[in-house]
């Protein structure tokens, strides 16, 4: 089993930046995709950007490309989300993902999910 916990969410102003982490659990980590998904109430879960076990390649949503980066450190069971020139509209809670094999947008393909953690842009 592996249990993932996020953190660095928090209240920043529209343009402002934030880097949130994900700290996994267990010795497979490296060879698990990761991912970050957000939530609005009333709305889908989207998801933001992923990121392969070997960091070779990464991908995210048109919503946040050229602003939001997607990074992992393996060897601190870590994987990040930094995210620039935030805008209202990124007010959500953040869940990172992972347990599978290949990157993927589609939520129920992961297997490990956090608890969240939410960040909230004001204008």
């Known amino acids: 089993q592996v249990q993932l916990v996020e953190s660095g969410g928090g209240l920043v102003q529209a343009g402002g930046s934030l880097t949130l982490s994900c700290a996994a659990s267990g010795s497979t980590f490296s060879s698990y995709a990761m991912a970050w998904f957000r939530r609005t109430p009333g709305k889908e879960r989207e998801w933001v950007a992923a990121i392969t076990g070997d960091t070779s390649r990464t991908y995210s949503a048109g919503s946040v490309k050229g602003r939001f980066s997607i990074y992992r450190d393996n060897a601190k069971n870590t994987v990040y989300l930094r995210m620039n020139s935030l805008k209202p509209e990124d007010t959500a809670c953040y869940y990172c993902?992972?347990?599978?094999?290949?990157?993927?947008?589609?939520?129920?393909?992961?297997?490990?999910w956090g608890q969240g953690t939410q960040v909230t842009v004001s204008s």
């Open positions: 993902a992972g347990g599978i094999m290949v990157a993927s947008s589609t939520a129920p393909m992961y297997q490990y």
